[in-house]
């Protein structure tokens, strides 16, 4: 059920190959936006049984090893989205009416620099930008 790909990747980063986490990367991978800790633990319960506890400590540990990248979503909530060395820095875009939050094209590198200017002085870590509107399926 753990693609091979998964295994590697968990060892790559040091990180202790359980079910539980390569459930949670497998998920992670294909989802291909943010999730929150909730929506997680929903779709990793399909596959295995997991505690919620035991999302919460992956997710740290992935944030960790870079892995993964957390954010603020709507109302605070901490959302969690796959990254590798590849990621760039990109914004997304939240829908108001059914909650779903889009990845949108990676930002140019003279769009990242703009921003990272405005910090002057402050080091930056990450560029977060979420748009909010009505998506697509919702404006049709
Ligand atoms: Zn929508
Ligand atoms: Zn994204």
């Known amino acids: 059920m753990i693609s091979e790909t998964v295994k590697e990747e968990l060892r790559d980063k040091g990180i202790k190959n359980t ?3 390569g459930v949670l990367l497998e998920i992670l991978k294909k989802v291909h936006k943010p999730m ?5 633990h929903k779709e990793s319960q399909k596959v295995t049984p997991v505690n919620l506890v035991t999302v919460y400590r992956t997710l740290e540990q992935f944030q960790q090893k870079g892995i993964v990248q957390e954010f603020l979503g709507k109302e605070s909530t901490k959302l969690y989205e796959y990254i590798n060395k590849n990621t760039k820095a990109h914004p997304h875009f939240s829908c108001e009416k059914c909650g779903t939050l889009f990845c949108l094209g990676a930002l140019e590198f003279d769009d990242a620099l703009y921003f ?17 509107g009505i998506c697509e399926s919702c404006l049709s």
């Open 36 to 40: 929150d800790v909730n929506s997680l």
């Open 19 to 21: 079910r539980a986490k």
């Open 116 to 132: 990272s200017n405005m910090a002057k002085k402050h080091k930056v870590l990450s560029i977060n930008i979420t748009l909010s």
